[in-house]
């Protein structure tokens, strides 16, 4: 799991870094709000924890920003602020829990494991991946073995479809439907072309192909041959 702390007291941040990764967790860290907000928009992460009083940019106006451009990634606040009106303006902005410092740390990991659960169907939902292929719904970005890929909005959604049917055969009828919104075959060579450049983007320079053309039926993503 790869948790992003956004944290501004450098002491603070070595302790809870250190504690997270040995309970297992991978985690990255940004000492200001502006870098924590570049971060959470660029790279997709299970859990974001931020501190409330941040250089920059505060702990809620990151939250509110992210919710505003459709991020749902849970967010865990960690704030000294702990009157019931500062933890009820954390809930509001869109926090989806509230922890005041000082803290136990055995509390705060307990906190990230219930909110871990309850976000890993929209995880799942935002998140598309086969082998070394990654797709984020929320940004759109596509990346294999760690490179970025730039798609058309066609070449993406047709990619998406393609992703939630993994390992099974597309027919070109369900490519017109779920990606066109066409009920006929308007009997033109679109959806080749479209697959053309798209399998050229996906496999190329890559010794094991994703994109399989299966000859009088469809396609199908997947790893084997």
């Not at 790279?43 to 931020?50: T, V």
Request: charged letters at 30%.
């Amino acid at each position: 799991m790869k948790l992003l702390l956004i944290e501004d007291d450098a002491e603070a941040a070595r302790f809870l870094s250190k504690g997270l990764r040995e309970s297992g967790y991978c985690v990255e860290h940004s000492l200001d709000g502006r870098d924590g907000l570049f971060r959470a928009t660029e790279e997709p992460y299970d859990l974001i924890i931020a501190d409330r009083q941040l250089p920059y940019l505060d702990g809620l106006s990151i939250i509110e920003l992210l919710r505003r451009n459709g991020n749902r990634t849970p967010v865990l606040i960690l704030s000294a602020l702990g009157t019931v009106e500062d933890r009820v303006a954390g809930l509001k902005a869109g926090s989806d829990d509230y922890l005041t410092k000082p803290f136990a740390f055995s509390e705060l990991l307990a906190r990230i494991e219930a909110l871990l659960r309850r976000g890993q169907t929209n995880t799942q939902l935002t998140r598309l991946q086969l082998a070394d292929l990654e797709v984020n719904l929320l940004s759109r970005r596509v990346q294999r073995a760690g490179r970025a890929i730039e798609l058309t909005a066609k070449e993406f959604q047709i990619l998406e479809f393609l992703l939630r049917h993994a390992g099974q055969v597309v027919t070109r009828t369900m490519l017109l439907e779920g990606v066109w919104d066409l009920h006929f075959d308007p009997q033109t060579n679109v959806i080749d072309v479209h697959m053309s450049r798209l399998r050229n983007a996906i496999d190329k320079g890559h010794t094991r192909a994703l994109v399989h053309t299966i000859r009088g039926a469809g396609y199908v993503l997947r790893e084997d041959p």
